[in-house]
């Protein structure tokens, strides 16, 4: 990469490493620092500005040639670079409480910087990334109410599962709903729909020289551009105080923009069950169902969630559970996911928090192809100041498909620091 970049890389390395700085893993995150000062008042609300300055060990980048090597002649590893990354984040968090219209946005801007200290190449990674998540409630503390929200996410954790590593997903879902708690609020209902589009576009201009399949190319990924409209209903009944009936349902429409091969999909999925309280510390949510596709390949499965929450104390809890469901998805028209997950968190002394997080996902497409997915992610995030919070972490990304391709089948480590001021 160009030797500015790669020195002053270096130097923001080693400047974040002198001040301590620390952080939670939250690469497609829009979550900001859970600390601030008084911020700026606007209306009945605050404004909190805030910065996160992050370094990222990370052993899987993206493709890149050999130093001297024209990438269209080869030179390309098989294999997924590791680089070490600063990240530049500067955001802000808007807060306003209202009966009649709350308000909350959260956004931030991302610069990566690949210091070039692993690997020469990465330079051309080097990018721009960001994240908002916007909430408006009108009347929210009426029997009817009405919520409009966006989601809008620009990093390399694509929500797609049939594509590999080594792709930019650009992410963006607005979202209404309108939750209807007549009489004494014992029945909730909660009509919704939304529209998502994910773009895709490759990490470097490579492709690893063991690609046999488009899903693993990152060149091409733009291909399986998208987009996504659903209609749903949500429902509640207390028929106990500490007990409900659940009914969760809709229906998703999956086209795709540049690709004639991927099947779309008209996929209906329901399930209803039981979410509630066994003991005053165990918390239990159970539901089963059933997804079907009215278009595209078709067929059908089962569909559950099973999910428990133990609140051992007030400053230490532990949530598994296991959920199996069926998504739409490129090249394939539809995969079933098995997943099981757990987490655990602790507080000590009011500062320092302790996370733990795992899953591991079996997904099934059809085809006959099938994936495993394990992740991790555990380390500690400590408030120094009511402004200024810090957390360090190690994640665990594994990944291995009954299809060949270093996209497809690869283990990345990431270990990480970040130092947040929040105003």
């Given at each position: 990469?160009k ?25 497609s ?15 009945s ?19 890149f040639?050999?130093?001297g ?7 390309v590893?098989?294999d ?22 709350a ?21 051309s990674?080097?990018?721009l ?11 929210p503390?009426?029997p ?12 390399d954790?694509?929500r ?17 709903k ?9 029945v ?23 690609c ?26 207390r ?5 409900a ?8 429409l999956?086209?795709?923009f540049n ?12 399930m ?5 309280l ?11 169902g059933?997804?079907?596709?009215f ?12 999910e ?12 598994a ?7 739409p998805?490129?090249?394939y028209?539809?995969f ?15 500062k ?25 992610d ?23 498909s ?12 990431e ?8 105003y």
């Open positions: 990469m030797q500015p970049a790669k020195f002053w890389g270096g130097w923001g390395v080693l400047a974040l490493l002198a001040l301590g700085g620390t952080a939670t893993a939250q690469e995150s829009v979550a900001a620092p859970p600390t601030g000062g008084n911020g700026f008042k606007v209306g609300g605050r404004l909190h500005p805030y910065f996160d300055l992050e370094t990222r060990l990370d052993s899987g980048v993206g493709y040639a050999s130093p090597v024209d990438p269209s002649t080869g030179g590893s098989p997924l670079s590791g680089e070490l990354a600063v990240h530049f984040r500067p955001g802000f968090k808007l807060d306003i409480p209202s009966p009649t219209l308000f909350n946005l959260n956004g931030n801007l991302d610069y990566v910087l690949y210091t070039g200290l692993l690997t020469p190449n990465s330079g990674a080097s990018r990334q960001g994240a908002a998540d916007l909430l408006a409630r009108l009347n503390d009426t009817l109410s009405l919520e409009v929200s966006d989601q809008f996410v620009r990093s954790r694509t797609t599962a049939a594509i590999g590593a080594g792709v930019l997903s650009l992410f963006n879902e607005a979202r209404v309108v939750p209807w708690r007549p009489g004494g609020g014992a909730e209902l909660a009509p919704n729909a939304a529209y998502a589009v994910e773009f895709f576009e490759p990490l470097g201009a490579t492709s690893p020289v063991d046999t399949e488009g899903v693993c190319n990152p060149v091409t990924a733009e291909q399986f551009d998208y987009g996504n409209l659903h209609f749903g209903l949500e429902g509640r009944w028929f106990l105080p500490k007990t009936v659940v009914l969760d349902s809709g229906v998703d999956r086209s795709y690709d004639s091969t991927s099947p779309d999909a008209t996929l209906v999925r329901a209803a069950g039981v979410a509630g066994v003991s005053p510390k165990i918390a239990v949510l159970a539901k089963a059933w997804g079907q596709d278009s595209g390949t078709g067929g059908g499965t089962v569909i559950a969630q099973l428990g929450t133990y609140l051992y104390s007030p400053t230490l809890s532990f949530k559970g296991y959920l199996r469901t069926l998504e998805v490129a090249a028209g539809l079933t996911d098995n997943r099981g997950y757990g987490e655990a968190r602790a507080l000590f002394g009011g320092l928090t302790m996370h733990l997080g795992a899953s591991v996902d079996f997904l099934g497409f059809n085809g006959g192809r099938s994936d495993t997915l394990i992740q991790l555990v380390g500690p995030e400590y408030q120094f100041r009511p402004w200024l919070s810090g957390a360090a972490g190690y994640s665990l990304g594994s990944r291995s009954s299809l060949g391709g270093g996209g497809l089948n690869y283990t990345r480590h270990g990480y620091a970040r130092l947040s001021v929040m």
